[in-house]
């Protein structure tokens, strides 16, 4: 799959809308990291299994080495697109505080599907997390982190009223 076959596409990346060059067909991860210089999303596995390539579309976390980027129809968000500004989303920053990521190669994919469940769900039960985490795969094992870093984020959005 290569760009330049003259499918000129409009995305919505981070609240920007970006054009590119693709073939409708190349996995939307392709399509974000080398066409967009947006490289937060990661390769993982390329068959939706591990997460680290997890994005939202219209704020549902979606699998990118897995979608032609030709059917992706709504708003993208990468994880580029979280913080404001200067100030971390409330979930990187629980991240941060909680001392999660070891090797961080599956971080930006957790903390996607992290914001996404906190989102739909301000005070996730352990099962709810273990159930909205479970196809974020973390080689390093630090699971527990995680958790705990999801729950320090579910009390600082109660605390801000988000």
């Not at 693709?22 to 068959?47: N, Y």
């Not at 990118?64 to 913080?83: H, N, R, Y």
């Not at 479970?134 to 527990?144: E, Q």
């Amino acid at each position: 799959m290569t760009a330049g076959r003259g499918n000129s596409m409009k995305l919505t990346v981070n609240g920007t809308e970006i054009e590119i060059d693709a073939d409708p067909e190349m996995p939307l991860l392709w399509a974000l990291r080398d066409l967009a210089g947006i490289t937060g999303p990661k390769f993982g596995c390329g068959i939706a299994a591990c997460g680290a390539c997890t994005v939202h579309v219209d704020g549902v976390p979606t699998r990118s080495c897995s979608v032609p980027v030709g059917g992706v129809v709504g708003e993208i968000t990468t994880i580029e697109g979280l913080a404001d500004g200067d100030t971390l989303h409330v979930v990187q920053q629980a991240w941060v505080d909680e001392r999660v990521p070891q090797c961080g190669y599956c971080q930006s994919g957790q903390i996607m599907s992290a914001v996404a469940l906190l989102d739909g769900d301000p005070d996730p039960t352990d099962a709810q997390i273990d159930e909205a985490m479970a196809g974020n795969l973390c080689r390093c094992g630090t699971y527990p982190r995680i958790r705990a870093a999801i729950k320090r984020a579910a009390a600082e959005k109660a605390k801000m009223g988000a």
